[in-house]
């Protein structure tokens, strides 16, 4: 293979791109290196071509790289840092590219953070990896006619969603293959704990981001068949034997320090209905469950350790959604966390029959232990909106909180027994006939600190999560398909 591919690197200085251009000019595969800047740079690097952009994430910039896509295969560099192609990586990367047909290849990597080089496995690409931040690392290799095929179709000009759009473009007529192989080395600047990063996609300065993202992938959904109407079934709330309107749900593992105050504030609620409290204490050894027991006067609680010992948070929840003193609704409470204030409960019942909703979710303010806001503060899921909300869900990591459901549909679907995730696997499903109904009053504080179950993971662990969850979006994505052919 002689020089079949061209490459787009951001360039800001001579500086910056040299290491980057000299580890791709060391390659007989590559034809030319283009230097997108955006600051009218007016520095040159020799046999390297620059071109003015306005963003490398902009529909303008991603037609431009279609036009200068002479070559089989087209490479895309996302980050200003230094990269380091390992031996034979590109004939590695487009050798796959060939046997496998892929429109995308892209493959594991290493990182340098502070002098310290860390492995960075990636994951496989599903039809449900529609988040807008799945990570391909910052190597991408398309094959060009399937590029050029893909931008002949965008007829939206996006600021921020054009590299998004792109592949969510090619992953229609072709496959998108990683390779699960160490083949470059890339600067890693973003040192956040994964805690830290994962409500980027709420955090309000990115709200026009978001809306482009939502548009793109809307636009993506109608394309493969899995866009959803707002048309939605009733729900009617009137089955009987609930004994009480409804149940907050606590599963709790091994929180001590914290369990008392969500005990509280729940037994502190105002309502015009009966209410009980539900804690599913998952064999705790650390006192947790005395904790709970020092409540026991008060009538409301009941506190259950179920017999089964292989049980996940969403198997605590089937546990206390199955029992017989749990109400209409069912409604959540993490053991670390509290409700705003004594009227959280009457909002979320009386927004079910407001809304005629089967789910209903709220917002939230971030806090550390010690119950004080920090960054990015209120997350009131705002990109949520009835007309669209069932559609953006499969592009975003979760739904918000707190959660509560209508109990008789919550007992026919079930929880997933699953630790991480069960949530937002109940809203697709909930959302693909149902309303969903949405608070926007801060209802909920929601502690962030080192025992949450994903303030600070490591890569393998992470990349666990995405998967599960890019699975769940991809059975919904299949299951709303099937819908659609169904109707017609």
């Not at 520095?43 to 390297?48: G, Q, R, Y």
């Not at 830290?196 to 809306?211: A, G, H, L, M, T």
């Not at 599963?251 to 539900?278: E, G």
């Not at 025992?451 to 299951?479: C, F, G, P």
């Amino acid at each position: 293979m002689k020089s079949t591919i061209n490459c787009f690197i951001p360039f800001e200085n001579t500086n910056q791109v040299k290491e980057t251009v000299a580890s791709l000019q060391a390659s007989d595969l590559v034809n030319e290196i283009f230097l997108f800047t955006d600051n009218n740079c007016n520095e040159t690097i020799a046999d390297c071509q620059t071109i003015n952009i306005d963003s490398l994430r902009s529909t303008a910039t991603i037609k431009k790289i279609a036009a200068n896509a002479n070559t089989a295969y087209t490479l895309i560099y996302t980050k200003a840092a230094d990269l380091r192609l390992g031996y034979f990586a590109l004939e590695r990367m487009l050798q796959i590219a060939k046997d496998s047909g892929a429109g995308l290849i892209y493959a594991d990597h290493y990182q340098v953070t502070d002098e310290e080089k860390k492995n960075s496995p990636l994951i496989a690409y599903q039809k449900g990896s529609l988040r807008d931040d799945f990570n391909f690392g910052s190597v991408l290799i398309y094959k060009s006619e399937e590029l050029k095929k893909a931008v002949s179709k965008m007829d939206t000009d996006y600021k921020f969603a054009g590299i998004y759009d792109l592949r969510l473009k090619v992953s229609q007529e072709a496959d998108l293959v990683h390779i699960n192989e160490y083949l470059y080395t890339e600067a890693e600047n973003d040192t956040r704990k994964s805690g830290e990063k994962i409500f980027d996609y709420v955090d309000p300065k990115n709200r026009e981001v978001q809306v482009e993202m939502e548009k793109a992938c809307t636009d993506h959904l109608k394309a493969v068949g899995g866009y959803l109407a707002p048309k939605f079934k009733d729900v009617e709330f009137n089955k009987a034997g609930f004994e009480y309107e409804a149940s907050v749900i606590i599963p709790v593992r091994n929180r001590i320090r914290t369990i008392a105050d969500a005990i509280k504030s729940v037994l502190n609620q105002k309502t015009n209905f009966k209410f009980n409290l539900i804690i599913v204490d998952n064999y705790s050894t650390d006192g947790t469950g005395e904790a709970i027991d020092n409540f026991a006067s008060d009538e409301r609680l009941i506190h259950i350790i179920p017999e089964n010992k292989e049980l996940g948070i969403g198997g605590c929840w089937n546990a206390g959604v199955h029992h017989p003193k749990c109400g209409k609704f069912s409604v959540q409470l993490d053991s670390d966390d509290v409700y705003s204030d004594e009227n959280t409960l009457q909002k979320i019942v009386d927004a079910f029959y407001a809304q005629n909703c089967a789910m209903v979710v709220g917002s939230y303010m971030l806090t550390d232990f010690d119950m004080k806001m920090i960054p990015p503060g209120i997350i009131d899921h705002k990109e949520w909106t009835p007309e669209n909300g069932r559609n953006n869900a499969l592009r975003i990591n979760g739904l918000g909180a707190p959660r509560a459901f209508y109990t008789p549909l919550l007992r026919e679907i079930k929880v997933p027994n699953t630790s991480y995730g069960e949530d937002y696997a109940l809203g697709l499903q909930f959302s693909r006939e149902y309303q969903i109904g949405r608070i926007y009053d801060v209802l909920y504080l929601c502690r962030r600190w080192d025992d949450n179950s994903d303030a600070s993971l490591d890569i393998v662990k992470m990349n666990a999560h995405n998967t599960y969850k890019d699975r769940i979006r991809t059975w919904e994505l299949q299951a709303r398909i099937a819908l659609n052919k169904k109707s017609v």
